[in-house]
């Protein structure tokens, strides 16, 4: 076990993830595709406890997120609570339902920042993304009531091989509904993403083009407008991510049943997590088995264990090593070094290739979308 | 002219950092303490040299070239946008 040799540090984002229910139906959503298997949800009152418990620690920046938040009437009652204990509150939505009055609210009950998710630049293609009609209008509509409320905010598109083509529109809509920042952030391949990834992974000449694109446009910028941050897929590079910024160390996931996560993707391992129904969020983090179980560097396998760059990404991403390979000690096969690279490889040299596998829509069960061929 | 902060960014002192912090969406800085000595200055009516006024009324015995540290440091704050010229 490595707790002792590890330094535990505080649970600085709390992502709380409030429902898995949404409107929309993405298909790279990185909510777990088992879905339908979950419990039901925790109540307000759960909740408002895990908010002081994590702010006592020492959190600060607070994700509310889903599915889509929103379905929870709760949500203004979270806010509020979460606001006076000093909280940086941040939603994290897609902005279906996200009326006047509720915008209103939310500010009055304090929340600091708005994210608002896009599938696409154009109607047409975000509405097919998200499966559902409309939504692009319902997203412009909600990106100017935000401004109009004077939140900050941050525009997220979800970039895949079905839309990095759109890069030029992308930029000048966020320009036009005077975005502060701009998340051009190609998918990671969790979840319903994993599921779909032969449809979504980009081709490296793809992403060339997408990034030299955005740096012109940035040049040409000389200070004004939004900010843009392109976020580029791990499959093209050599070196894994510093997943989390090292497991147990920054972030804490709670799951609409209450679980808690060192990573929003880990339920997928296979370990057992713990819940704020029978344990404290302190006593999660600082002795639960599954928090502590990658902590430092005595679970590295090799070539980690003995490699010099270790402390720099902690052997990457143990979700990806565990998709991947089956499993979860193993080296993240982004790392050139790890003897399972050329997995990430060959999903590199198979992108754009068509596929006869189907894309699958994200669904619960009760939504009844069926699953569609592209 | 004076100087505002930029409503996009919050100063707030954090007993778990031990130090005052600016939070913005997703993120946040530490500030160390005579960033944060400068930044709590801004209020949107006092001047660069209001503020100087004021820092060196605070800290009588400061060095003698606090007054041009402040000047860097406020210079720096713009140049991130912490902080806007109203
Ligand atoms: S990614 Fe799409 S489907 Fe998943 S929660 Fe967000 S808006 Fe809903
Ligand atoms: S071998 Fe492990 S620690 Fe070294 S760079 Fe690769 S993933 Fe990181």
């Not at chain 1, 949500?75 to 606001?83: D, F, G, N, P």
């Not at chain 1, 808690?260 to 983090?285: G, M, R, Y």
Request: proline share 5%; glycine share 6%.
């Amino acid at each position: 076990m490595s707790s002792e040799s590890a330094q535990i540090g505080t649970p600085f984002w709390l992502l709380a993830e409030l429902t898995y229910q949404c409107p929309l139906h993405c298909p790279y959503c990185s909510n777990p595709v088992n879905m339908d298997a979950e419990n039901a949800e925790i109540d307000t009152q759960q909740w408002l406890k895990v908010l002081s418990d994590a702010r006592e620690m020492g959190a600060v920046q607070l994700g509310f997120s889903g599915g889509e938040p929103l379905m929870r009437k709760d949500l203004e009652t979270l806010v509020k609570h979460a606001s006076e204990l000093g909280f940086y509150t941040n939603l994290i939505t897609s902005g279906i339902g996200l009326t006047e009055k509720r915008i209103k609210a939310l500010k009055e009950a304090g929340l600091d920042h708005v994210q608002l998710s896009f599938q696409a630049a154009n109607a047409e293609e975000n509405d097919l993304i998200g499966n559902k009609r409309h939504s692009f209008e319902q997203k412009q509509k909600v990106a100017r009531l935000i401004k109009k409320y004077d939140y900050p905010m941050v525009l997220n598109f979800c970039i895949t091989a079905q839309n990095i083509a759109q890069m030029p529109d992308v930029m000048d809509l966020s320009c036009e509904l005077q975005a502060d920042f701009v998340e051009l952030a190609t998918v990671q391949y969790y979840g319903w993403a994993y599921e779909n990834r032969e449809h979504l992974l980009p081709t490296k000449q793809q992403l060339t083009t997408a990034e030299t694109y955005v740096n012109q446009f940035r040049d040409g910028q000389e200070g004004q407008g939004p900010k843009f941050i392109f976020v580029t897929p791990d499959y093209y590079e050599v070196r894994p991510k510093a997943c989390m910024n090292g497991w147990g160390t920054t972030f804490l996931t709670v799951t609409p049943d209450g679980t808690c996560l060192p990573c929003h993707s880990a339920k997928i391992l296979p370990l057992t997590f713990p819940n704020v129904k029978e344990q404290s969020v302190q006593d999660i983090w600082h002795n639960d088995f599954s928090f502590n179980h990658f902590r430092g560097d005595d679970w590295m396998p090799s070539p980690c264990k003995d490699c010099d760059e270790k402390h720099i990404d902690f052997g990457g991403c143990r979700c990806q090593a565990f998709m991947l390979t089956g499993d979860m000690y193993k080296t993240d096969p982004v790392c050139s070094k790890s003897p399972d690279h050329h997995l990430i490889q060959s999903a590199i040299a198979n992108a754009g290739e068509s596929t006869d596998k189907p894309l699958r829509y994200r669904v619960l069960k009760k939504d009844k979308i069926p699953v569609k061929t592209v | 002219m004076s100087l505002k902060m930029n409503p996009l960014y919050r100063l707030q002192y954090e007993k778990a950092q031990n130090g005052h912090v600016l939070l913005f969406p997703e993120g946040m800085v530490k500030l160390s303490e005579s960033a944060a000595e400068i930044l709590l200055q801004v209020d949107g009516e006092r001047t660069e040299t209001d503020i100087k006024s004021a820092l060196r009324d605070k800290f009588p015995d400061a060095p003698e070239d606090m007054e041009q540290d402040i000047d860097e440091f406020l210079s720096h704050a713009k140049e991130k946008n912490w902080v806007l010229d109203e």
